[in-house]
């Protein structure tokens, strides 16, 4: 059985703040680059969060100004990894970082920028439909095994959560799903509801929406059935759903927000930045955010956080080639 771990999320923890003693930054508007348009997805919601908190918490003394590049994500981040590294220009982006740069369509990724912080991540689960009959991950994997390419996975192919299916069937030696495109879980969402696809990969705020109902508690009319989530621990919203973890498997999953500056920017620059980012992490409002989104707080910032990105492009890279040629 192989075994992959992408993501160790490290728990939020109530701490006293200080910003760091030095008075250069930041001395102009902070400009925080997201490379896809406004409003899409959890990440480009959370930094508007982060802009809120600081804003309203006078966290620090300039204000948080976010632009927003349309197109194909690699024109955004390009763009920013030429930007003056003057302490002022950043860029958020996930984990798609990493599935980009190994499937070749990018040629530059993590190592080419400063790391400065992670915030928050969501975390992946594997469902089936109802109508399988399927009502475990081990007999999941044991009908993928047993008649492999039968069962239908819904996913943007290439992307996060196609890398991730790819991870799942090779928790059992000979499980194959046959990927079809469908895009992420919206898209995803009503292939599996009219039953052309079997298996998929939500969020959990995917998950949420999917398989439980206005009072979260399960739907029994979802045709969604959760059979593990890919976190650290269960999920507030669903906690009869097990880890993988506690069903024998060494793997987690989750997609990680993470804030980049241009390589070359100050050291001090960096540091502030990061505290900041831990300062509005500890705010109420940015803790009710993260949970609204099925979202969990988890500050890392310098070498742990390094270390942690080095981790995951260990595991994800060569699954990311893999997907890439599928």
């Known amino acids: 059985m192989r075994q992959f771990l992408t993501t160790v999320c490290v728990g939020l923890a109530a701490a006293s703040f200080a910003m760091p003693a030095f008075a250069e930054w930041p ?3 902070i400009k925080i680059t997201i490379p896809w348009k406004a409003g899409a997805g959890a990440v480009d919601q959370m930094t508007r969060q982060l802009q809120k908190t600081v804003a309203e918490g006078s966290i620090v003394d300039q204000p948080i100004t ?3 590049v349309g197109g194909p994500i690699p024109i955004g981040l390009r763009q ?3 930007q003056d590294p003057d302490g002022h220009n950043f860029v958020v982006m996930h984990t798609a970082m990493m599935t980009l740069q190994a499937a070749g369509k990018i040629d530059f990724g993590y190592k080419d920028f400063e790391p400065v912080a992670r915030l928050g991540q969501f975390c992946q689960t594997t469902s089936v439909h109802k109508n399988t009959g399927i009502e475990t991950l081990d007999a999941l994997l044991d009908r993928a ?3 492999p390419n039968t069962l239908v996975h819904g996913a943007n192919l290439g992307a996060i959560n196609h890398v991730y299916g790819i991870m799942v069937e090779d928790l059992r030696d000979g499980a194959k799903f046959r990927f079809v495109q469908t895009g992420g879980d919206a898209g995803t969402f009503p292939e599996f509801k009219g039953g052309r696809v079997q298996v998929a990969g939500f969020s959990a705020a995917g998950a949420t929406n999917f398989a439980l109902g206005a009072d979260g508690k399960p739907d029994p009319d979802s045709p969604v059935r959760l059979l593990a989530y890919a976190g650290p621990e269960r999920h507030v919203n669903f ?3 097990p880890t993988f973890k506690e069903l024998g498997y060494d793997f987690q999953f989750c997609v990680d927000g993470w804030y980049f500056a241009p390589k070359g920017t100050p050291a001090e620059a960096v540091a502030g930045f990061a505290a900041m980012v831990e300062a509005a992490l500890a705010d109420e ?3 009710a ?3 609204k989104k099925s979202m969990v707080g988890a500050f890392q910032s ?3 956080l390094l270390d942690e990105m080095d981790r995951q492009w260990e595991a994800i890279a060569p699954v990311a080639a893999r997907a890439a040629k599928k």
């Open 80 to 82: 920013a990894k030429g």
């Open 27 to 29: 001395d102009k508007p």
């Open 289 to 291: 955010f993260l949970a």
């Open 302 to 304: 310098g070498g742990d």
């Open 285 to 287: 409002g940015m803790q």
């Open 239 to 241: 906690p009869n759903v």
């Open 66 to 68: 976010i632009f927003n």
């Open 145 to 147: 095994a047993a008649e």
